[in-house]
């Protein structure tokens, strides 16, 4: 499985000595869920086995390695991320794990941008600075049309 290697790397989740804290970027209402999240060095939240918010962690860690560029509507990877040569690879599947991910990742984004495009600007923001982004070469998201 290709994300069952996250919880042995866990590198989403510890923000190095000498790296600035790392706000996680929540939708809105995510916030009133957790009022905010922030990495200092490791997540409160991370257990021995990964995320122990399961289905309820936040979008902005579910979507990761990917980032979403919502003016491009494109997506990129944190370059560091150890399972991205997998994932990519993957991708050429379409019922791979990988492709489900992008599929999954994809439908929320389409509804985030009805109702929370604010949350899709802040969290590119926060990853542009954050990560060394490599673009993913898979088409983007096509332009909505105005209702």
């Known amino acids: 499985m290709l994300f069952e290697y996250c919880a042995e790397c866990r590198r989403c989740c510890n923000v190095d000595e000498g790296h600035p804290a790392l706000d996680v970027t929540l939708t809105l209402v995510e916030q009133a869920k957790f009022g905010s999240i922030c ?13 122990t918010l399961g289905q309820e962690k936040p979008f902005s860690c579910s979507l990761y390695p990917l980032s979403f560029d919502p003016h491009s509507r494109t997506f990129s990877y944190d370059s560091e991320c150890p399972v991205m040569p997998a994932y990519v690879s993957q991708l050429k599947d379409k019922t791979s794990e990988a492709s489900q ?23 590119r923001e926060v990853d542009v600075d954050y990560f060394d982004l490599i673009k993913l070469s898979h088409s983007a998201l096509p332009v909505r049309s105005a209702k």
């Open 101 to 123: 991910h992008l599929q999954e990742v994809t439908e929320e984004i389409l509804r985030l941008e009805g109702i929370d495009p604010t949350f899709l600007k802040e969290n």
């Open 39 to 51: 990495i200092e060095r490791n997540c409160v939240y991370l257990g021995a086995s990964g995320c």
